[in-house]
């Protein structure tokens, strides 16, 4: 049987160092090649089969070769430039003795987003996040498991190792990558309105601590996006096996779900956090140009992950600027699109998209945008000035979950209340009053997004706590939980008050979810 599968196309890079690719540029940030080889294998294969066999890897290989070639411009004198030619100017920092390229585009954003597909979501049970999904924006705890990847010469040579020490930045370097990770986390937890977001590292004897993890392959040498071809020609050749070795199967027949969906659900549950996702840092210290061989830099696997790759030095970004490359790619994981010109035709970042938990358009985007400002989504140098400076546009802050409608600038997304609904109060002899009812989380109304996975209901990271009661603005006393736990999104509750005087009362019942509400009620005691 005749395999169904797109022309190869590839843009290539001109001379390392010469700041142009071997095909023309476009002065407007558009990248030279197009996804007509997608178009055409979806024509042949017919789209359910296409979606089966190739999203999420499939999608992204006309897009992802062309990904170094589409360079943004450099800023001039430290401000970021928005239009005109690209500026060649090589960044201080990189490989001794070289001088750099412009800054590639950072990423390629895969699966569903990188087609337009609509793919079924996560079903949420209740409104908590489900086992299958592991971020959806950015306010609550986070963990971050950091896998480096390491390959043991059975498949590929090996060509690089974690124990080669880098010259250029002495001592441990996984430590100093660590030290990397963790200024990517401080940047967005201090980005926060109100400090609700907690992004870490699981401490070592976590489960899903940093840890290094052995493969057959050299992954550094291995495209990105060939996964029609062969997955072994795909990063799924060395990410199925690392995950494979921590427990958790692949599909037998594409990548979609990534097993790092359940992986990074189980990091999330051992850690008792909200969401979770799996960092790979690959080893590129001895490769030419620390990109892989289709021309990726770093990138993300979909919007809202569940995995984010960056290799050592991120090409011409260097090292040193690891932190801003990862926090790019972080907006991603919490919804954000790429605001710089298309790479290719059909790339989602341009200005009439909706993107995030909340439905937000993308209006600082270049193309189609109707603001022009610095921001970490940017990518190109200006992800490195927003980086430096903490900027975020109102775009990226409506994606991410950031936005605040209210002056106590409390995301929106955990400004949610209880809703209390109690019955009717039963007066006892001997003057006690008892009241029994419900209580659920009301989560904030999800957007409707044109690009990524859509949410299918509402989501909220809280389930009612903290509930109780007091009788005429005495001690406030815990309510009772009907089945003995307050620990989901809608639960029944119950109260007896103690003998109360004969005559009127008033009694207050209230709660917290993201903010704390109740009701207040008119009771009568018998004697």
């Known amino acids: 049987m005749t395999r169904c599968r797109p022309a190869a196309r590839r843009c290539d890079r001109g001379p390392r160092g010469s700041g142009r690719d071997a095909v023309q540029e476009s002065t407007s940030r558009r990248g030279p090649c197009d996804n007509r080889g997608v178009r055409a294998f979806l024509r042949r294969c ?8 190739a999203v999420p890897a499939l999608a992204a290989l006309a897009a992802v070769a062309c990904l170094a070639a589409a360079a943004g411009p ?10 005109g030619a690209a500026d060649t100017r090589a960044p201080a920092s990189g490989r001794a003795g070289e001088s750099q390229p ?3 585009v950072l990423d390629d954003l895969r699966g569903s987003v990188a087609t337009g ?11 908590l996040p489900s086992a299958k999904q592991t971020m959806a924006y950015a306010a609550g705890s986070v963990a971050v498991s950091v896998i480096f990847v390491e390959s043991d010469g ?11 020490q880098d010259p250029r930045y002495p001592g441990n370097r996984r430590a100093n990558v660590l030290a990397q990770v963790q200024q990517a986390l401080d940047w967005w937890n201090a980005r926060s309105p109100d400090g609700s977001l907690h992004i870490s590292v699981p401490a070592a004897g976590q489960y899903g601590a940093p840890r290094r993890m052995t493969t057959g392959y050299e992954p550094i040498t291995r495209p990105v996006g060939e996964f029609a071809y062969d997955y072994r020609r795909s990063d799924a050749g060395w990410r199925w096996q690392i995950m494979g070795r921590l427990g958790f199967r692949h599909d037998a027949e594409d990548d979609s779900p990534p097993p790092e969906r359940a992986y990074a659900d189980k990091v999330r549950r051992s850690n008792n956090t909200d969401w979770a996702f799996v960092l790979y840092v690959v080893d590129s210290l001895k490769d030419a140009d620390g990109m892989f061989p289709d021309g990726a830099v770093a990138y993300t696997s979909d919007l809202y992950g569940p995995y984010t ?3 050592y030095d991120n090409d011409g970004y260097g090292f040193e600027n690891f932190a801003a490359v990862l926090a790019h790619e972080m907006g991603h994981q919490f919804g954000a699109l790429d605001e710089y010109m298309p790479p290719y035709p059909g790339y989602p970042s341009t200005g009439g998209l909706f993107s995030g938990y909340l439905g937000v358009k993308n209006r600082n985007a270049l193309r189609g945008g109707t603001t022009d400002l610095l921001c970490i989504m940017r990518g190109s140098q200006e992800t490195l000035d927003a980086f430096a400076s903490g900027r975020l546009c109102p775009s990226t802050v409506g994606q991410t979950g950031f936005r605040a409608s209210n002056a106590d600038q409390r995301p929106d997304v955990v400004a949610t209340q209880p809703l209390f609904t109690p019955g009717e109060p039963v007066a006892a002899a001997g003057g006690t009053v008892s009241l029994a009812g419900t209580v659920r989380e009301q989560p904030w109304p999800h ?11 509402d989501v909220s990271i809280f389930v009612p706590h903290d509930l109780q009661y007091r009788v005429d603005g005495g001690e406030w006393l815990p309510l009772t939980a009907a089945d003995g736990a307050f620990d989901r999104p809608v639960e029944a509750w119950t109260l007896t008050t103690a003998p109360l005087s004969q005559g ?16 207040t009620l008119s009771v009568t005691a018998s004697p």
């Open 447 to 457: 957007g409707v997004s044109t690009v990524g996975p859509p949410f299918t209901r």
């Open 504 to 519: 009127p009362h008033v009694l207050e019942v209230q709660g917290t979810t993201g903010l704390t509400a109740g009701f």
């Open 102 to 104: 412009v800054l590639p």
């Open 309 to 311: 790759v960056l290799t």
């Open 154 to 164: 059975s498949i590929d040579k090996n060509r690089e190792s974690w124990t080669r």
């Open 46 to 53: 017919g789209a359910a089969r296409a979606l089966r066999a």
């Open 117 to 127: 597909a609509s793919l079924p979501l996560w079903r949420a049970r209740g409104v």
């Open 74 to 83: 450099v800023a001039a004198a430290g401000r970021p430039a928005s239009t």
